[in-house]
């Protein structure tokens, strides 16, 4: 699924590191991660780490159980090498989709923050119970290979 995100960015393809284990997702929960990065990804492009030439982007993800058996997968965006970030003057849209976005789903969150050299997200999710819809997070590298 990340790998259809950076799809339409061919700069992207040597400078995005991902890496997480296969994740089956609720199908509303993959539309939330797909937009969430799709969001990322096109400010990453215009305003980010892959605007210029030498900024990388990291995506990693890992899933994790609380006391109660309940599962949650994080997902962490870090951005790297770009122009210098300024935090927004104010929230703008894409920021405000991905934060709602992720609380409404329950136990999600979404933190933005935009550390001098590189911005950086913090997407959680409590899993869903999935069913033969499931859409699983792929490593572009093993899109590539099939």
Known sequence: ????????????????????????LHPSQAVAISMACHELATNAVKYG????????VSVTWNLAHNGKGER??????????????????????GSKMIRRTFL???GGRAEVSYAPDGAQCVLVLQLKDTDETAVNVVDA???AKS
């Open 1 to 24: 699924m990340l790998a259809e995100v950076f799809a339409p960015y061919p700069q992207a393809s040597e400078r995005v590191d991902m890496d997480g284990p296969l994740v089956p």
């Open 49 to 56: 780490a892959l605007q210029g030439q030498n900024g990388r």
């Open 72 to 93: 949650f997968l994080t997902l962490l965006w870090r951005e790297a090498g770009g122009p210098p970030v300024h935090p927004p003057k104010r929230e703008g849209f």
């Open 104 to 106: 409404s789903e329950s």
């Open 141 to 143: 590298r093993e899109t």
